[in-house]
């Protein structure tokens, strides 16, 4: 129902006055329902939830790539340094755990051998551990002459001349003992090694390599003892490693350098 056209404005204003009486009664008959609190509470605890998970993923990407960055940027953990490792490090086969061997009184006569590499030029390319790569072993540097107690009753030391060690049975504990490094015996020119045993304390020289990592010495059980490793301050291309075994079985004497790579081995002893 619509007023007139000439009607005029009378009659066209009483016409919205009707229009706005019948959307109030319509608007007053209309029962509003009640308000979602609940849906609007499971809502923001579902939103809450996102934005914490999010959150810690975005922490935990940024920790792996902070440790990532520091592994990168961090050099040999273990350069040589002034600092003698433990000779006792014995483990069992290429898993067992490690374990310290106590010495024993030396008994057995000294045995004097030396091994150098096999080829047809006196030399041969080094051979990478089948294992993971151990960490080296550090090198402790030392004067010439300065006394190294390198087990009980026994003690190591070092000149340009070669190996001296002292211990044992014997008047005024024991008799001292000389390897020469320029008697000619020794080619400093390739990697080698060579094995004195008085009993569990076993001793020797490495040579050829200013990269020694580490010297191990290997039962028939497959048990490992890590030697300790010392050297000249001038580093002349040789050192002494010495060792305390769990017993006077057989040992096999292997050298290899930093980057865990075998460079000369001596047969089971």
């Keep these: 129902m619509t007023p007139a056209p000439d009607a005029g404005p009378d009659a066209a204003e009483a016409w919205d006055d009707l229009l706005r009486a019948e959307f109030a009664r319509a608007a007053h008959d209309v029962t509003p329902g009640p308000a979602p609190v609940a849906a609007v509470v499971r809502a923001g605890r ?9 959150l810690s993923v975005l922490a935990v990407l940024g920790v792996s790539a902070a440790v990532a960055a520091g592994t990168a940027l961090t050099g040999d953990p273990h ?3 002034g ?15 490690a374990a310290s061997a106590t010495p024993t ?15 047809p030029s006196g030399s041969q390319a080094p051979r990478t551990s089948a294992t993971t790569p151990r960490i080296p072993t550090p ?30 049975e014997g008047e005024e504990g024991g008799m ?5 490094v320029t008697d000619g015996n020794i080619d400093l020119r390739s990697p080698g090694v060579s094995f004195q045993g008085e009993g569990t304390f076993r001793s020797g020289l490495y040579f050829g390599t ?60």
């Excluded at 009184?105 to 080829?119: C, K, L, N, Q």
């Excluded at 030697?227 to 096999?252: I, N």
């Design 46 to 54: 579902a939103r809450r939830r996102r934005r914490t998970v999010a």
């Design 79 to 81: 350069p040589a340094a």
């Design 83 to 97: 600092l003698a490792a433990p000779p006792v490090l014995t483990t069992t086969g290429a898993s067992s755990p």
């Design 105 to 119: 009184t030396p008994t057995t006569p000294a045995s004097h051998v030396a091994a150098t590499p096999s080829g």
């Design 139 to 168: 090198v402790r540097t030392v004067a010439a002459g300065e006394r190294v107690d390198a087990a009980p009753g026994w003690t190591v030391w070092l000149t340009a001349r070669g190996k001296y060690w002292k211990g044992g």
């Design 176 to 180: 001292e003992q000389f390897r020469s």
């Design 210 to 269: 200013r990269d020694a990592g580490r010297v191990d010495l290997v039962d028939a059980k497959g048990r490992t003892t890590t030697a300790a490793l010392l050297e000249l301050a001038d580093r002349p291309g040789w050192g002494v490693w010495y060792a305390v075994t769990p017993d006077q079985s057989p040992m096999a004497v292997r050298l290899y350098d930093r980057a865990d790579r075998l460079l000369s081995e001596l047969p089971r002893l």
